[in-house]
Protein backbone atom coordinates (compact mmCIF):
# COMPACT_ATOMS: atom_id res chain seq x y z
CA UNK A 1 0.00 0.00 0.00
CA UNK A 2 1.48 3.38 -0.75
CA UNK A 3 0.70 6.24 1.19
CA UNK A 4 -0.24 9.42 -1.15
CA UNK A 5 2.18 12.29 -0.21
CA UNK A 6 0.38 15.79 1.01
CA UNK A 7 0.99 18.93 -1.79
CA UNK A 8 4.11 21.26 0.01
CA UNK A 9 2.17 24.07 1.38
CA UNK A 10 3.07 27.41 0.37
CA UNK A 11 4.85 28.56 3.52
CA UNK A 12 7.04 25.13 2.78
CA UNK A 13 7.53 26.09 -0.37
CA UNK A 14 9.00 29.55 0.43
CA UNK A 15 11.13 27.83 2.70
CA UNK A 16 12.28 25.05 0.10
CA UNK A 17 13.03 28.40 -1.90
CA UNK A 18 15.03 30.07 0.29
CA UNK A 19 17.41 27.42 1.52
CA UNK A 20 18.06 26.62 -2.13
CA UNK A 21 18.89 30.07 -3.04
CA UNK A 22 20.96 30.09 0.36
CA UNK A 23 23.35 26.76 -1.28
CA UNK A 24 23.77 28.58 -4.41
CA UNK A 25 25.21 31.61 -2.48
CA UNK A 26 27.40 29.21 0.21
CA UNK A 27 28.44 27.56 -3.21
CA UNK A 28 29.54 30.56 -4.73
CA UNK A 29 31.54 31.24 -1.62
CA UNK A 30 33.57 27.92 -1.02
CA UNK A 31 35.87 28.51 -3.42
CA UNK A 32 39.66 26.58 -3.83
CA UNK A 33 41.50 29.67 -2.49
CA UNK A 34 38.97 29.89 0.64
CA UNK A 35 39.35 26.17 1.47
CA UNK A 36 43.24 26.38 1.63
CA UNK A 37 42.67 29.23 3.37
CA UNK A 38 40.99 27.78 5.78
CA UNK A 39 43.32 25.00 5.87
CA UNK A 40 46.14 26.79 6.36
CA UNK A 41 44.09 28.40 9.72
CA UNK A 42 43.26 24.79 11.29
CA UNK A 43 47.07 23.73 10.65
CA UNK A 44 48.44 27.11 12.61
CA UNK A 45 45.55 26.79 15.27
CA UNK A 46 46.62 22.99 15.79
CA UNK A 47 50.41 24.51 15.84
CA UNK A 48 50.24 27.23 18.47
CA UNK A 49 48.12 25.05 20.98
CA UNK A 50 50.51 21.73 20.20
CA UNK A 51 52.34 22.78 23.49
CA UNK A 52 49.86 22.08 25.51
CA UNK A 53 49.33 18.31 24.27
CA UNK A 54 50.94 15.77 26.04
CA UNK A 55 52.78 13.20 24.54
CA UNK A 56 51.58 9.77 24.20
CA UNK A 57 54.49 7.11 23.22
CA UNK A 58 53.15 3.52 24.12
CA UNK A 59 49.53 3.57 24.49
CA UNK A 60 47.17 1.98 21.63
CA UNK A 61 44.27 3.58 21.03
CA UNK A 62 41.19 1.89 19.11
CA UNK A 63 37.44 2.62 18.41
CA UNK A 64 35.98 -0.28 20.41
CA UNK A 65 38.10 -2.01 22.51
CA UNK A 66 35.59 -5.26 23.31
CA UNK A 67 34.91 -3.47 26.70
CA UNK A 68 38.55 -4.21 27.98
CA UNK A 69 38.22 -1.24 29.40
CA UNK A 70 34.80 -0.54 30.40
CA UNK A 71 33.36 1.84 33.02
CA UNK A 72 31.63 -0.04 36.16
CA UNK A 73 28.06 0.25 36.31
CA UNK A 74 27.18 3.46 38.59
CA UNK A 75 25.10 2.61 41.93
CA UNK A 76 21.70 3.48 39.57
CA UNK A 77 22.34 1.34 36.99
CA UNK A 78 23.77 -1.26 39.28
CA UNK A 79 20.01 -0.64 41.45
CA UNK A 80 17.79 -1.04 38.30
CA UNK A 81 19.51 -4.24 37.27
CA UNK A 82 18.78 -5.62 40.76
CA UNK A 83 15.21 -4.61 40.66
CA UNK A 84 15.22 -6.39 36.95
CA UNK A 85 16.71 -9.45 38.14
CA UNK A 86 14.30 -9.87 41.08
CA UNK A 87 11.29 -9.03 38.71
CA UNK A 88 10.31 -5.65 40.16
CA UNK A 89 9.74 -4.37 36.15
Known amino acids: ?3 KIAKESLKTKKIR ?11 RLAT ?9 EIKERIYRFSFQRKLIKHKKFALFDENTNS ?7 SMICRRIEKGFF
Open 32 to 40: DDLRRKKVE
Open 71 to 77: KELSEKV
Open 17 to 27: KRLEDRCVVWD
Open 1 to 3: MVK
